[in-house]
């Protein structure tokens, strides 16, 4: 099993920026992603960005030119980078893992999430 930790979400103003970070621990396979989600109150939970273990990413329409992901495979931790950020990027952002490739991008069916950190955009 994996376990993940989101740290660095919080408030900041309307065309700031955040950076968003995940550590994972335990056994991961070799092929895995590591994603975020997010979820806004009253909103299913959508995928924001999702990195696969050779390094392809992939982004949501809504966030790309935005925001970055990026993971270190080393150090088994993940990224988001966000800027140019809009009150509509509010939300709980999730960590999340799938240790192989069922499909690309992924869907809900991940195998391990983190709580989850709050991004909190003000206009």
């Known amino acids: 099993q994996v376990q993940l930790v989101e740290s660095g979400g919080g408030l900041v103003q309307a065309g700031g920026s955040l950076n968003l970070s995940c550590a994972a621990s335990?056994?991961?396979?070799?092929?895995?992603?590591l994603a975020w989600y997010r979820q806004a109150p009253g909103k299913q939970r959508e995928l924001v960005a999702c990195?696969?273990?050779?390094?392809?990413?992939h982004y949501a329409d809504s966030v790309k030119g935005r925001f970055t992901i990026s993971r270190d495979n080393a150090k088994n931790m993940v990224t988001l980078q966000m800027s140019s950020l809009k009150p509509e990027d509010t939300a709980v952002y999730y960590c999340?893992?799938?240790?192989?490739?069922?499909?690309?991008?992924?869907?809900?069916?991940?195998?391990?999430w983190g709580k989850g950190t709050l991004v909190t955009v003000s206009s």
């Open positions: 999340a893992y799938q240790g192989t490739l069922r499909q690309w991008p992924p869907d809900d069916n991940m195998d391990s």
């Open positions: 335990g056994t991961m396979f070799r092929i895995n992603i």
């Open positions: 990195a696969l273990h050779s390094g392809s990413t």
